[in-house]
């Protein structure tokens, strides 16, 4: 399992849409997220999602919320 963050709510929706996530599986809880499993990973790494490690995903967090985007 990993976790799938976007900039926007708008586009974190858009791509778990592609990759055939559910609405009700949205995570808004802590920071706004869902849960994949290694198959939706991958599809969503071929769609364009880029990986990171644990320290850039705090990171990358950190920047968002810096940026105003609280969603």
């Known amino acids: ?3 799938l963050i976007a900039d926007t709510q708008e586009e974190l929706h ?13 995570q808004p809880v ?3 997220h ?8 991958s599809l969503a790494i071929e769609l364009g999602a880029v990986e990171v490690d644990r320290r850039q995903l705090v990171t990358k967090i950190r920047e968002i919320r810096a940026n105003g985007n609280h969603f």
């Open 1 to 3: 399992m990993c976790h």
């Open 14 to 26: 858009a791509m778990a849409e592609k990759i055939g996530m559910k609405p009700q599986w949205f």
């Open 34 to 41: 869902y849960d994949l499993s290694l198959t939706r990973r």
């Open 30 to 32: 802590s920071f706004p």
